[in-house]
């Protein structure tokens, strides 16, 4: 990650408008920022939240609340629970996530 001229700021994430994402079931609320090349997202699954895709995109992942179920494409299966994190770089691991209870991410990418 190449973090370059973005100037000090500080976000008010409840005063960011939410996006809608569906999944494949469920929902995906997105509170999204963009500084340049770096997307900074909280985001909020649904209860029964499942991917509608196989993601390839890099994230660093913190679960703030909840619980994450991240699925690899070779069949890996992953929890993340609250005060966890994920790292994957660009193409490295197809990735997809769901939910059973719900979950809020802080995500940057």
């Known amino acids: 990650m190449d973090i370059q001229n973005?100037?000090?700021?500080?976000?008010?994430?409840?005063?960011?408008?939410?996006?809608?994402h569906a999944g494949d079931s469920g929902f995906a609320l997105?509170?999204?920022q963009q500084f340049g090349?770096?997307?900074?997202?909280?985001?909020?699954?649904?209860?029964?939240?499942?991917a509608d895709h196989w993601c390839k995109k890099g994230h660093i992942l913190f679960c703030i609340e909840?619980?994450?179920h991240t699925e690899l494409e070779d069949?890996?299966?992953?929890?993340?629970k609250s005060g966890m994190?994920?790292?994957?770089?660009?193409?490295?691991?197809?990735?997809r996530?769901?939910?059973?209870?719900g979950a809020k991410l802080f995500i940057v990418d």
């Open 85 to 95: 994190s994920y790292q994957v770089a660009d193409n490295a691991e197809a990735h």
């Open 75 to 80: 069949g890996r299966m992953f929890i993340l």
């Open 97 to 101: 996530s769901s939910t059973i209870t």
């Open 30 to 32: 997105w509170h999204t």
């Open 6 to 20: 973005i100037p000090f700021c500080v976000t008010t994430w409840k005063d960011i408008t939410p996006t809608t």
């Open 66 to 68: 909840g619980e994450l």
């Open 37 to 50: 090349n770096i997307r900074v997202r909280l985001v909020e699954y649904s209860p029964g939240y499942i």
